[in-house]
């Protein structure tokens, strides 16, 4: 298998590359690009290039989170993990809150391979932060194959199925699905990986405005008090996110645009509101505050200086990328917004 994918097994191999994607075990295998050997690129001349993190780790490590601005990636050589089998063993534990929930993920990095939590994001009070911890590893023993059965919404939701009472119902049913004393079995490796991609056209959930995506990553030694300050954000602000995931990073990563750094990271998925983009903004005011980062492959809001605070690599960046494209070719909606590519 890869040894590192995100959330779903829709992403494109190139897609994984140009975000340096991180997946449920950050810690213990790094992100996307520390397993490439390789890659193609055509750039903005039209000449193919290979490159290497050995022969050329400017350009490599450019291409590498460099979100599409240094040129196209054609092929690229991966170093794959053998398995043992089809499966992982899993555990299930309730965190009644968000202090409980960070010592089990510090306690996941060397007790578990994957770890990943899913939390509720509009608990208030003494249960802020409570959630469900699942750890896994590989497991020897398999489990049957059997095709994945996809249930798909067939319609956009109205907008009071995401109300907040509704949502708030939905993630106390969530929460109280496991045991008070957890639960281990065996799961299917792409069941554990990409849960999601088992409900087709799941943005239909959000209704027809759809939803903002974001994910922040919050340093170790102000972990707890940021991440509490972006839950109550979301909590006060009345942002009914029922899905939203909490993991632990480990090193920091390689791309001069990478997002890992060491930490723990909370991804949002908010409904798209009047007040949507004032809590993007408090949410962007927040991470600064707490020396956190912003993820640029979920990022709609983000402000050029915010970006220029978060990824200190940037004009290194800027560099190599002015001197692969010097006409400035490549660009995106997000690269102007954020300057990526320079004034």
Same mark, same amino acid.
């Given at each position: 298998?890869?040894?590192? @994918? %995100?959330?779903?097994?829709? $992403? *494109? +191999? !190139? =897609? #994984?590359?140009?975000?340096?994607?991180?997946?449920?075990?950050?810690?213990?295998?790094?992100?996307?690009?520390?397993?490439?050997?390789?890659?193609?690129?055509?750039?903005?001349?039209?000449?193919?290039?290979?490159?290497?993190?050995?022969? @050329? %780790?400017?350009?490599?490590? $450019? *291409? +590498? !989170? =460099? #979100?599409?601005?240094?040129?196209?990636?054609?092929?690229?050589?991966?170093?794959?993990?053998?398995?043992?089998?089809?499966?992982?063993?899993?555990?299930?534990?309730?965190?009644?809150?968000?202090?409980?929930?960070?010592?089990?993920?510090?306690?996941?990095?060397?007790?578990?391979?994957?770890?990943? =939590?899913?939390?509720?994001?509009?608990?208030?009070?003494?249960?802020?932060?409570?959630?469900?911890?699942?750890?896994?590893?590989?497991?020897?023993?398999?489990?049957?194959?059997?095709?994945?059965?996809?249930?798909?919404?067939?319609?956009?939701?109205?907008?009071?199925?995401?109300?907040?009472?509704?949502?708030?119902?939905?993630?106390?049913?969530?929460?109280?699905?496991?045991?008070?004393?957890?639960?281990?079995?065996?799961?299917?490796?792409?069941?554990?990986?990409?849960?999601?991609?088992?409900?087709?056209?799941?943005?239909?959930?959000?209704?027809?405005?759809?939803?903002?995506?974001?994910?922040?990553?919050?340093?170790?030694?102000?972990?707890?008090?940021?991440?509490?300050?972006?839950?109550?954000?979301?909590?006060?602000?009345?942002?009914?996110?029922?899905?939203?995931?909490?993991?632990?990073?480990?090193?920091?990563?390689?791309?001069?645009?990478?997002?890992?750094?060491?930490?723990?990271?909370?991804?949002?998925?908010?409904?798209?509101?009047?007040?949507?983009?004032?809590?993007?903004?408090?949410?962007?005011?927040?991470?600064?505050?707490?020396?956190?980062?912003?993820?640029?492959?979920?990022?709609?809001?983000?402000?050029?200086?915010?970006?220029?605070?978060?990824?200190?690599?940037?004009?290194?960046?800027?560099?190599?990328?002015?001197?692969?494209?010097?006409?400035?070719?490549?660009?995106?909606?997000?690269?102007?917004?954020?300057?990526?590519?320079?004034?």
């Amino acid at each position: 298998m890869l040894p590192v @994918t %995100p959330g779903t097994g829709f $992403a *494109t +191999v !190139g =897609g #994984a590359i140009a975000n340096d994607v991180h997946g449920k075990n950050h810690d213990a295998d790094g992100s996307f690009g520390a397993h490439i050997a390789w890659i193609d690129l055509l750039t903005a001349s039209g000449d193919l290039r290979r490159l290497t993190p050995e022969e @050329t %780790p400017r350009e490599f490590w $450019a *291409t +590498v !989170g =460099g #979100a599409g601005l240094t040129g196209i990636i054609l092929a690229a050589g991966l170093r794959l993990l053998k398995i043992p089998s089809n499966a992982v063993s899993l555990s299930e534990e309730r965190m009644p809150d968000l202090a409980a929930f960070l010592n089990g993920l510090r306690a996941a990095r060397s007790a578990a391979r994957f770890s990943v =939590g899913w939390i509720d994001a509009l608990a208030s009070g003494d249960r802020i932060g409570r959630g469900i911890l699942e750890t896994a590893d590989l497991s020897p023993e398999g489990v049957p194959v059997t095709p994945r059965k996809t249930k798909a919404i067939p319609v956009n939701l109205p907008k009071f199925c995401l109300s907040r009472t509704n949502v708030k119902l939905f993630n106390a049913a969530y929460y109280h699905r496991i045991p008070r004393q957890g639960r281990q079995s065996l799961r299917a490796i792409e069941q554990f990986l990409y849960p999601l991609d088992a409900l087709a056209q799941w943005n239909r959930l959000y209704g027809k405005p759809g939803f903002s995506q974001f994910q922040a990553v919050i340093p170790d030694a102000a972990a707890e008090t940021g991440l509490r300050a972006l839950l109550n954000a979301v909590s006060q602000g009345g942002s009914a996110s029922f899905l939203a995931v909490l993991k632990t990073l480990g090193a920091e990563g390689q791309g001069l645009l990478s997002f890992p750094q060491p930490g723990f990271t909370l991804a949002l998925d908010l409904p798209r509101r009047a007040e949507t983009g004032a809590l993007l903004d408090r949410l962007e005011a927040i991470t600064l505050d707490h020396g956190g980062r912003i993820y640029l492959a979920k990022d709609s809001a983000l402000s050029a200086a915010g970006c220029a605070r978060m990824y200190p690599r940037l004009a290194e960046f800027q560099q190599i990328a002015a001197e692969m494209d010097p006409e400035g070719k490549f660009a995106s909606d997000q690269s102007r917004r954020l300057a990526l590519r320079g004034a």
